[in-house]
């Protein structure tokens, strides 16, 4: 069995990164001039890292589906990122900011890489706010900030509800610069196919141009997969419609190894299910929990009468209310880690508490944050603070400053006032912290593969903190991958263009027509979606918020049956050499097909709790997850072999040098 | 509800295009607009018929991608929404519903209800950014504080999703909108003054260069703006426009 080998430099936790940076190999500027590099997806990694390649003087391709880098799904983010810049002066600091950042993650990542992004988050929002990102400020003038779960201290800057789109409109305007230098040469609507190896090397991808259905050939000198994660698998999902683990998928195939498959968000505040045809589900910032409370009724006439109409939320006394995460976890309350409130909703709901007719649903309050608010807006005013329709009307405007776009999305896809009435939210499939392994360089275990942002696993363990992901994104692609790319890429600086007539690009391209060709001539009945579907009701059903042993067997059967099912009877209309969505959904799905069937194994293999991956044999007497640290403190490599249930798993030992291994406690 | 859908149908950039009439049933007023169209196509590709081409991604009115005209307004009937936050609540059983594509000369259509944004692209690659590069060692975030109604109004400009609303509304197909906004949004900011006079200018002339139309002053723009970008931005890009012209 082969060792992995994490490449983490020696020496103290807080000063690898300053040495390794001083030790490793550099490209100077005017051979950089003949180095190009591809990178696939322009989401926060993948945008931040083509620009900052570009500004140092590399080639690079940028690919992405969309018909615009500004779209990739980083877009959609919503609450904030984390900077351990203590602004609040409340205690906050690089350690910190690592310390809740693993212990968030339920020890399962590696110490190294989150010291590094903890300690790089500082300079992404000074790199921000000179690109002029503006987030949101207060009346001296400076960068606001406010909390997210699982941590103590207040370090989440934003944008409103809209952090995501700041931050990737400032990636993409510094994508834009290099394109108009001719720096970046942009790919829009083009998917990357597969990936070429040359000599073991990665040199180069296929990708078909969306528009034309050409299919072509492009050639660097190393490939970043900046592709994102692959919530999809469950159909529903908070991603993008167009969100998928292809690029990831091609390259596991080709060599590289998956870590963790089986990690995955289910974030707590989701807009519930409503019908057997909802196409996607949609995200309630985190940031929200900041001033909602959740609750379910306490009894269970109230639940029925709640679900027959005859009563409303509002009716409920305080006595009539279990606010079930202040009652569990009394130090974090509401604002516990995205893992524990999920589970907790699961809880009450199946028990029998739900709120809505499918019985999935829990309520997230803002009455008492709207009261309070009015009430410190009048006392600075000097206004009456007895009187109550103005207290209610000044804390609504606050709660609209703060929250005004999230509101307004939940109030046109459920038709119902949360201003006056309690949101309703259930969980839902957010992140995945599970992606393509990659060593302290982000180089995957195929040399001169990298990955970046969510499409790699290393910063998250087995459960992500709110904000985290935007940090972790422009981390790696501001300032991680530029400095270790060089390392990788100073030996390449005499090899010279990189030719696509070579039998290891004509052999890819084939494989890559060969499939289009065999959706396309499989004459089946049932549309792509109706895999889709089946294979999300599996993965929620089966791989979901909790997991046991007879379940994982079952959802790998029928996993497999599927799949077969979809070579021989999916439709895909249409042609190849023309604009076809059916075309490119059926690869995607193909993949998910495979990667669905992994990522039940590797929930079997990990027979215990840890973060979002909750096992049901392995839970203490409350209910709460329960490690395994002498068995599991590792991270799961999947070689491909072939087919997925023959994959080959390699352990990379986690060792914690600088933090104590301790039970996680929300209470 | 029971509906009928008339669709733009044009297979390719090329080819002649025309309005195709589509009798849709079962369809329920909680789904959104796509998920009616999801709806449709499932039916067609179950008829050995090709579905309508459209552009969509996020579904929660964000990533901007999602593009129809629909009864002759951008992202349909309802105020404040892309056309994936568009419910078919605000439809009644029995209606006739128009679906084309945003036209505009600089927006030609790839496929059906499906055009070619990347002027837009082109735009904000003239001048839709602050040159900085990545280096780790810029100035502290805090150095400058920025008055909070600047920053804020800032943020109004820049919350434009690009989704080209403004143009497929206006009667001159102008994209005065859309490029206000960014030129407002470095104009407001300390950030973005040093290069202000440039990126107005460069910015303004692709613009022209693409084909969009000028701007009239109707307001339509802001009506059917998603996400309720002010018509002020126009008038704060052409001061930007004129003192640049006169520092030359």
Not at chain 1, 264 to 290: A, F, W, Y
Not at chain 1, 357 to 380: P, Q, S
């Amino acid at each position: 069995m082969a060792v992995l080998d994490s490449k983490i430099p020696e020496g103290p936790l807080a000063d690898k990164w300053t040495q390794h940076k001083n030790n490793i190999d550099l490209v100077n500027p005017a051979n950089k001039r003949s180095i190009d590099v591809i990178v696939v997806g322009t989401g926060l990694a993948g945008g931040s890292a083509a620009a900052t390649l570009a500004e140092l003087g590399y080639n690079v391709k940028s690919f992405c589906f969309q018909d615009s880098p500004r779209r990739a799904h980083s877009i959609a983010a919503q609450g904030g990122i984390n900077a351990a810049k203590n602004y609040q002066g409340d205690g906050d600091s690089i350690y910190r900011l690592f310390y809740d950042t693993v212990k968030g993650g339920d020890y399962r990542s590696r110490e190294a890489n989150v010291y590094r992004l903890a300690e790089v988050s500082a300079n992404i929002i000074d790199q921000c706010v000179a690109q002029g990102v503006p987030f949101a400020r207060d009346y001296g003038g400076l960068l606001d900030n406010r909390s997210f779960g699982g941590v103590l201290v207040s370090r989440t800057f934003y944008a409103k509800g809209q952090t995501g789109q700041q931050l990737l409109l400032g990636a993409y305007s510094a994508m834009n610069r290099q394109i108009g230098r001719g720096k970046i040469k942009m790919y829009n609507r083009h998917e990357m196919l597969d990936i070429v190896k040359v000599d073991g090397k990665a040199r180069g991808i296929i990708a078909r141009n969306l528009v034309t259905g050409e299919i072509e050939r492009h050639s660097a000198h190393a490939v970043v997969i900046a592709s994102g994660g692959y919530g999809n698998v469950f159909f529903l999902s908070t991603n993008a419609m167009g969100s998928n683990v292809s690029a990831a998928w091609k390259i596991h195939k080709k060599g590289a190894y998956f870590a963790n498959p089986c990690f995955t968000q289910i974030h707590p505040t989701c807009i519930p299910v409503s019908g057997e045809d909802q196409s996607k589900l949609t995200l309630m910032s985190e940031s929200l929990r900041n001033d909602g409370r959740i609750w379910v009724p306490k009894h269970k006439e109230d639940v029925q009468a709640i679900r027959e109409g005859k009563k409303k939320p509002t009716d409920l006394t305080e006595e009539q209310r279990d606010y079930f995460l202040e009652r569990r976890y009394p130090a974090f309350g509401n604002l516990v880690p995205r893992d524990v409130a999920s589970r907790a909703a699961k809880e009450r709901c199946d028990a029998g508490f739900g709120v809505n007719a499918t019985g999935e649903a829990v309520y997230l309050d803002f009455a008492a944050a709207i009261k309070r608010y009015g009430k410190e807006l009048a006392h600075v005013k000097g206004l009456d603070e007895e009187d109550v329709s103005l207290i209610d009307k000044l804390g609504k405007e606050i709660i609209k400053s703060k929250y005004g776009n999230l509101f307004q999305m939940y109030e046109k896809i459920v038709d119902q006032n949360p201003y006056e009435t309690p949101m309703m939210i259930y969980p839902a499939v957010h992140y995945t912290m599970g992606g393509v392994w990659v060593d302290y360089n982000l180089m995957t275990t195929i040399p001169g593969c990298f990955a970046i942002g969510e499409a790699n696993f290393s910063d998250h363990g087995a459960n992500r903190l709110g904000a985290s992901a935007l940090m972790q994104g422009l981390a790696d692609g501001y300032f991680v991958l530029p400095y270790t790319i060089g390392d990788y890429l100073s030996d390449d600086i005499r090899t010279g263009t990189i030719s696509t007539d070579s039998p290891e690009f004509e052999e890819a391209e084939k494989e890559v027509r060969n499939q289009l060709n065999a959706f396309l001539n499989s004459k089946g009945t049932n549309p792509v979606d109706y895999y889709h579907k089946k294979l999300g009701k599996i993965m929620w059903n089966k791989c979901g918020m909790s997991r046991n042993e007879k379940d994982l067997k079952s959802a790998i059967k029928e996993i497999q049956e599927l799949r077969e099912d979809f070579y021989k009877n999916v439709r895909v209309p249409g042609t190849a050499d023309s604009f076809n969505e059916e075309l490119a959904k059926a690869g995607r799905v193909a993949d998910f097909l495979e990667l669905g069937e992994l990522f039940a194994k590797d929930a079997l293999d990990r027979s215990e709790s840890c973060g979002g991956h909750f096992r049901e044999e392995s839970q203490t007497p409350e209910g709460e997850a329960l490690r395994d640290d002498k068995n599991y403190t590792f991270v799961s490599a999947w070689e491909y072999k072939g087919k997925p249930s023959e994959a080959v798993l390699h352990k990379e030992e986690l060792t914690y040098d600088n933090i104590e291994l301790k039970t996680r406690s929300y209470k | 509800m029971k509906l009928t859908l008339k669709i733009w149908r044009q297979k390719n950039a090329t080819e002649k295009g025309s309005m195709v009439s589509y009798p849709i049933d079962n369809i329920s007023p909680d789904m959104s607009f796509l998920e009616m169209i999801d709806a449709l196509n499932n039916m067609l590709i179950l008829r050995n018929e090709e579905p309508v081409a459209f552009d969509h991604d996020c579904r929660e009115g964000i990533c901007g991608m999602c593009s129809m005209f629909i009864n002759g307004e951008a992202h349909g009937p309802d105020r404040n929404v892309t056309t994936c936050q568009l419910h078919m609540r605000k439809f009644k059983d029995g209606d006739t519903i128009t679906i084309e594509p945003f036209r505009a000369k600089a927006f030609p259509v790839i496929r059906d209800l499906v055009v070619d944004r990347s002027s837009f692209d082109r735009v904000q690659q003239a001048g839709g950014f602050v040159s900085i590069n990545t280096s780790g060692n810029t100035q502290d975030a805090n150095a400058i504080p920025i008055e909070k109604n600047k920053a804020d109004l800032a943020f109004d400009a820049a919350a434009c999703i690009g989704c080209g609303a403004c143009v497929a509304t206006c009667k001159n197909s102008s994209a005065m909108l859309f490029v206000g906004a960014k030129v407002s949004q470095y104009a407001l900011l300390p950030q973005g003054k040093v290069e202000a006079t440039q990126r107005v200018q460069n910015m303004v002339a692709q613009m022209d260069l693409e084909g969009f139309g000028n701007c009239t002053n109707t307001g339509a723009c802001e009506v059917e703006c998603p996400k309720g970008i002010s018509l002020e931005n126009i008038a704060r890009m052409n001061r930007e426009y004129l003192s640049a012209s006169l520092k030359g």
